[in-house]
């Protein structure tokens, strides 16, 4: 079996990224989205969508290389070669881009790639997702719903009140105007832990920079300390992403003057190597590889192994589609230890549309492992066209 197309399939929206009024819900990126189809000569084909700059990423993807080793395009660098030897063509496209890529826009394409392998790994085998993976140790997860901040505690309060209806478990509120006026956040947050009350879990994103009269900052560590201070009253079950992605060393440091939160961090890192800082460096207690970015899941499975050698919890950063989702769920069910999943409830039209059939919280607040062959997921290719556009 060879790989015969790797193509870049992006679609165009007419959502903006953000918070809404009152209570209703946010939206993620719903202007643009990109997904990745990998089809082989045996008739599979694999998908996955991709958490970046839709744009350029389907360049990347599609468009040529250059003669040299570290210059090569995606797709040329691709096709041809055994769909089966993921980890071979892991390695090869890491090395082909090396001089343009090994982060950023090139290593979430690549994850992408990763990720319809492993999809048609398993469909060759006529397997679910989670066998190939290293098998299934649960057939369903708790989610926590995950969310924006509102702009007033009233607003964020009714907003928390209604995930507890649906039934989440926990909720994860950030960004938004979080971190700009302490008094206003500590309110915010006084409401959302009133609303979900002491049976649910609340986990806080921070982010780690802010805007602040039209224009992004990164906080001051005395910033972080006042806020980190804040968030400490609402016992939280993670504080997020809220130091410097290049800097993980300050996780450390704020765990020497909170050692009673615990911190998460991941979805701005690709590669093992990003995350063995995390762990050795920051000290994180819980890893969050968004397998659309950190190298797809063949860096997550090894995430998982040195997670398990050092005790820390992984939690994937999925807030895209139901395909992510996916992706996800089945990692987390080959986890020797797995207690969430998160559940992006800021769909965009573009994020609810790609799937035919969402995925759904049951009553227990949890969401089950999809069984079917490969991903369990079908893309929606009526939708698809509707919102593709060429590159």
Not at 160 to 182: E, H, L, N, S, T
């Amino acid at each position: 079996m060879r790989i015969t197309e790797v193509s870049p399939v992006l679609l165009r929206g007419d959502e903006s990224y953000g918070p809404r009024s009152g209570a209703a819900e946010a939206v993620d990126q719903g202007d643009w989205l990109l997904l990745v189809r990998v089809r082989t000569d045996a008739g599979l084909e694999g998908w996955s969508d991709v958490e970046t700059l839709g744009p350029v990423a389907a360049r990347v993807l599609s468009g040529p290389g250059m003669g040299a080793l570290g210059f090569r395009g995606i797709a040329e660098e691709t096709v041809g070669k055994d769909p089966l030897d993921i980890e071979g063509i892991w390695t090869d496209l890491y090395l082909a881009t090396a001089y343009y890529g090994r982060r950023g826009v090139v290593m979430h394409c690549m994850s992408a790639v990763d990720n319809c392998l492993w999809s048609i790994r398993a469909q060759a085998a006529g397997v679910p997702l989670s066998e190939v993976l290293g098998g299934r140790r649960r057939d369903r997860l708790p989610a926590y719903a995950s969310t924006l901040f509102r702009a007033t505690p009233d607003e964020n309060q009714a907003a928390a009140a209604g995930y507890a209806r649906m039934g989440f478990r926990a909720v994860k509120f950030g960004w938004g105007g979080f971190g700009i006026d302490p008094g206003l956040d500590r309110e915010n947050l006084a409401a959302i832990r009133e609303a979900l009350g002491p049976e649910r879990e609340l986990m806080v994103d921070p982010g780690w920079y802010v805007h602040d009269g039209g224009r992004p900052r990164v906080r001051t560590y005395a910033q972080t300390r006042a806020m980190l201070e804040i968030v400490a009253d609402v016992v939280p079950y993670w504080v997020e992403d809220f130091v410097h992605p290049e800097c993980p060393a300050d996780y450390h440091q704020a765990k020497l003057e909170f050692p009673t939160l615990r911190f998460a961090a991941g979805e701005q890192q690709a590669t093992i190597w990003d995350f063995r800082r995390l762990i050795h460096e920051g000290g994180v207690d819980v890893l969050q590889p968004d397998l659309s970015r950190c190298g797809g899941l063949t860096v997550a499975k090894a995430v998982a192994a040195e997670a398990e050698r050092a005790g820390r919890e992984i939690v994937t950063h999925s807030w895209l589609t139901d395909l992510l989702h996916a992706y996800s769920l089945a990692y987390l069910a080959t986890l020797h230890d797995a207690h969430w999943v998160e559940f992006n409830v800021a769909q965009s039209a573009l994020s609810r549309g790609v799937v035919t059939t969402r995925l759904s919280l049951a009553a227990d607040g949890t969401v089950a492992i999809p069984d079917g062959i490969g991903l369990g997921m079908a893309v929606d290719q009526e939708f698809i066209r509707s919102c593709q556009v060429v590159v």
